[in-house]
Nanobody, 122 residues
């Protein structure tokens, strides 16, 4: 059964923190070797935030997030997390957990979660 379930979204004031979690089913986790977070603001495209491979290698895609967001995983619990600190109003978006397989140096996404809303007020 393919399943990715996000949790941890909510509303926070600028400068605050949130931690997103994503629990994967056994099938989803075992059939993927890279997982990541994407976000989509209203009226905008869905953009990659960060990816982490089973090996532990991680990659971040948005320069403004550097040092503020940290992706991590617990392979034993099939759990993916995104720690978000010093949140800014521009971080407001729906955040999606995803899983996929390595391809051409990147992560080809196969599975998507339903998304969790993060709202940052000024």
């Amino acid at each position: 059964q393919v399943q990715l379930q996000e949790s941890g979204g909510g509303s926070v004031q600028a400068g605050g923190s949130l931690r997103l979690s994503c629990e994967a089913s056994e099938y989803t986790y075992s059939s993927s070797n890279c997982r990541g977070w994407f976000r989509q603001a209203p009226g905008k495209e869905r953009d990659p935030v960060a990816t982490i491979w089973t090996s532990g290698r991680s990659e971040y895609y948005i320069p403004s997030l550097k040092g503020r967001f940290t992706i991590s995983q617990d392979n034993s619990k099939k759990m993916l997390s995104l720690q978000m600190n010093s949140l800014e109003p521009d971080d407001t978006a729906s955040y999606y957990c995803a899983a996929g397989v390595s391809r051409s140096g990147g992560c080809q996404i196969i599975y998507w979660g339903q998304g969790t809303q993060v709202t940052v007020s000024s």
